[in-house]
């Protein structure tokens, strides 16, 4: 039950979890990436561990009262056995830099919607200047969402076979 609350709540589709350790900073979830084949992105073909020994810790849950989770994900390089092509593999919710995953992201942004801009910062002891960096990332990617769905036309159709387009927004 309580290893299932932890998977749920870690919610990264590429990784199961092997372990929680507490730390200096927190709890942190090791988590070990789930075994699939990484195919080539340039030829599509099958892929051989290239170099397996760099981790990362990301913040990744805020729970109130309690603290942050963290996550620990391996830093995976892939070499295309066909074309030797080496890459870095994606994990699915983890930027490629940074310490913080998309959740945490996501998770300040919702905090940012009921409290001040500062008062996130303090609270996450997160500097003011990239919660509000995150912040207006986010908006800036809704504006452009709105306006996406602004130029694409509605077809809105009546029981008469008679239809019309409609161009939601202005
Ligand atoms: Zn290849």
């Not at 080539?40 to 805020?62: F, W």
């Not at 500097?127 to 990332?137: I, L, N, S």
Request: glycine share 6%; proline share 5%; hydrophobic share 35%.
């Amino acid at each position: 039950m309580y290893h299932q609350f932890i998977i749920e709540m870690i919610d990264l589709p590429d990784f199961k979890l092997r372990q929680m350790v507490k730390r200096s900073y927190g709890w942190v979830a090791l988590l070990e990436p789930t075994p699939r084949c990484f195919l080539c992105p340039i030829c599509g073909r099958k892929s051989i561990a290239h170099k397996r020994q760099k981790k990362r810790t990301l913040r990744h849950r805020v729970i109130p009262h309690f603290g942050f989770i963290h996550v620990e994900v391996p830093v995976y390089h892939q070499q295309c056995t066909t074309c030797l092509h080496v890459w870095s593999v994606q994990w699915q919710g983890v930027p490629q830099h940074g310490k913080v995953t998309d959740l945490f992201k996501k998770a300040v942004v919702t905090l940012c919607h009921e409290s001040a801009l500062q008062s996130v910062a303090n609270t996450l002891r997160v500097p003011y200047t990239t919660v509000e960096r995150w912040y207006y990332q986010w908006a800036e990617e809704e504006v452009e969402n709105l306006h996406t769905m602004r130029t694409d036309p509605t077809v809105v159709c009546f029981g008469g076979g008679m239809s019309f387009t409609v161009v939601t927004g202005e």
